[in-house]
Structure formats: structure tokens, C-alpha cells
């Protein structure tokens, strides 16, 4: 009947454990179809969306960005700059943009090889004119270890606390056995 509930507390303890683990896990973005950050943008006489999925971008990883008109059947073409910000030691990149099918939407991807700010500028050429516009937006390094892992470092010990007491306790009961 012991064993049953020290099993018992071990399950409580355990699934308690999880819990508070999944709680205390920091904001993950879970993949999905949508985009991670949209900036609505007036670039000259064109209304725009421009969305990127992923956010905050990492140092050199690319982000798929879409360049989505408000006003439908509208064909543009256009780049996107990249411009490092203040304190950020990087060069201007560039990057275009195509066409993605009959929807008038433009598809490109960037990447910044430095963390830090960075201003992306959209550059953009219609029927109705050119114009720019630009958002700023702060990429990222990645972390030194991912996530988990830190946890699992860190929670190894509690495996060694949990043998001990296992191992006392069995002890203990040999001891209170033999003096019976």
C-alpha cells in the first residue's frame, strides 16, 4: 500500500512539475501559415501590406516577406532595402521582389547577416507612379542553446535529489527492518 502511494506522490509531483514547466516556457511562436508581423505602409500613391514571417528575424536566417496591394488586380513590381540602423555595423543590402501568381501580391525574401536595428525600406513601381516607405525592426540572435536543452541542464540535478531520497528511504526501511 506504501509503494501505491509514493507512486501516487511521484505522479502528482511529476505531472505538478510539467505544469509549472509549460508555464514558465517564454513566449514561443508556433509555426503556422499566417505572418508573423504586418506593417501597413503608404509607399507613393500605392496602400501595401507588408508582412513578414518571422518575428523578430534572426542574424542570417531568410524571412519570407510579402508585399500584399490594397487595391486588388494592381501589378507592381519592386526591391526591398535593407539599412542597418544606428549602432548596427553592417551595409545596405538588397533584395527583390516577384511577382507570386495572378493576385497582384510581390514575394521576396531578406536576410541580415548582423543583430540589431535595421530600417526596411520597400521600394515600389506601378502604373500610378514609384514611392517608397520604410518600417524599422530589430533582428535577433539566435539564443547559444536552445531552449529546452537550457532546461534539461538545468533540471538534471532534481534527478540526482530524487535517486537520494529514493536511495535514503530504502535504506532507511532495511534499517527499521532489521531492528524488528
Do not use: C
Not at 514558465?24 to 511562436?29: L, R, S, T
Amino acid at each position: 500500500m506504501r509503494k501505491n502511494g509514493l507512486l501516487l506522490l511521484y505522479t502528482r509531483f511529476t505531472l505538478a512539475f510539467i505544469a509549472l514547466f509549460m508555464i514558465m516556457i517564454p513566449g514561443i511562436a508556433w509555426a503556422s501559415d499566417g505572418p508573423a508581423h504586418t506593417e501597413t505602409l503608404m509607399v507613393g500613391p500605392y496602400i501595401i501590406d507588408v508582412n513578414l514571417y518571422q518575428d523578430p528575424p534572426m542574424t542570417d536566417q531568410s524571412v519570407k516577406v510579402t508585399v500584399v496591394p490594397h487595391e486588388s488586380g494592381l501589378h507592381l513590381t519592386g526591391r526591398i532595402l535593407m539599412q542597418p540602423g544606428l549602432g548596427t555595423d553592417a551595409v545596405e543590402l538588397r533584395s527583390q521582389l516577384s511577382p507570386d501568381g495572378q493576385t497582384g501580391t510581390l514575394v521576396g525574401s531578406v536576410r541580415m547577416p548582423v543583430r540589431g536595428a535595421w530600417n526596411i525600406v520597400v521600394q515600389l513601381d506601378g502604373p500610378q507612379g514609384e514611392g517608397q516607405a520604410s518600417f524599422p525592426i530589430t533582428v535577433a540572435a539566435p539564443g547559444a542553446i536552445p531552449i529546452w536543452l537550457g532546461w534539461l541542464i538545468a533540471l538534471v540535478p532534481l534527478l540526482g535529489v530524487a535517486w537520494l531520497v529514493w536511495h535514503q528511504r530504502r535504506y532507511r526501511q532495511k534499517l527499521l527492518a532489521r531492528v524488528k
